[in-house]
């Protein structure tokens, strides 16, 4: 079946250190990867997205690139800030709008 | 531009008891989505509407929750009767229409089943 697989967390780090964290699917096809995030007390956002093998979702400094070899799509962020705190979902979706979502990894940065 | 809108914020109810949740998505998108986020795991999708059709329901436990969107824009989910596994969040997102836009979602119903 079609499912995301993402690092347990929590993720702790540093202010201005860098982050990963590994997402990887399986999907019968080709789908879309997205990345949202959900900030404490707040509904999900999307955060970034990307459409086919080798396109790069960027935002707010966040990157993740479309690996179909490797079928990955790994969030990166090179310094990250207190106010990156959240829960980072990875998601996709096989050209229908039906979205299967990771368990989530929190992300804790401290000062 | 609102949001999507969500009501109540919290709710705690005992087993075997019923509950209804409510949304009101943004204005003039066509697809109206709701999702269980059990702790510990990803939103999982109950139930998908265009505009007051369903679309996809396959995950939704049909036995005891009841979805509808009578007039192609607020929306309601009830459950009835409750259980202990029941209790999660219940998060409604919208989109423009299903052809793969952005879904924005609301804050959610945070259910507590004792």
């Known amino acids: 079946g079609n499912s995301v697989t993402q690092m347990e967390g929590p993720v702790t780090l540093s202010e201005e250190a860098f982050l990963t964290i590994n997402c990887t699917y399986t999907?019968?096809?080709?789908?879309?990867l997205f990345w949202y995030v959900q900030y404490p007390g707040e509904g999900l956002q999307l955060l970034l997205k990307?459409?086919?093998?080798?396109d790069k979702g960027s935002n707010k400094g966040f990157e993740a690139t479309y690996r179909k070899e490797t079928t990955s799509f790994h969030l990166e962020k090179g310094s990250v800030q207190v106010s990156d705190s959240a829960v980072y979902f990875c998601a996709l979706n096989l050209r229908t709008d039906k979205l299967i979502f990771g368990t989530g990894t929190r992300l804790q940065v401290f000062p | 531009e609102a949001g999507v809108a969500q009501s109540p914020r919290y709710k705690i109810i005992e087993k075997r008891q019923s509950v209804a949740f409510w949304c009101n998505p943004i204005s003039g998108h066509a697809t109206l989505y709701w999702y269980q986020q059990i702790l510990g795991q990803g939103p999982k999708l109950l139930i998908q509407f265009q505009n007051n059709g369903v679309v996809d329901d396959s995950q939704l436990p049909k036995d005891r929750f009841s979805a509808e969107r009578l007039k192609g824009v607020d929306s309601t989910l009830k459950i009835q009767p409750a259980k202990l596994e029941d209790s999660a969040v219940y998060l409604c997102a919208s989109s423009l229409n299903s052809q793969g836009n952005e879904q924005y979602f609301g804050p959610g119903t945070r259910l507590t089943v004792t």
């Open positions: 990307a459409t086919k093998a080798d």
């Open positions: 999907a019968t096809g080709y789908p879309s």
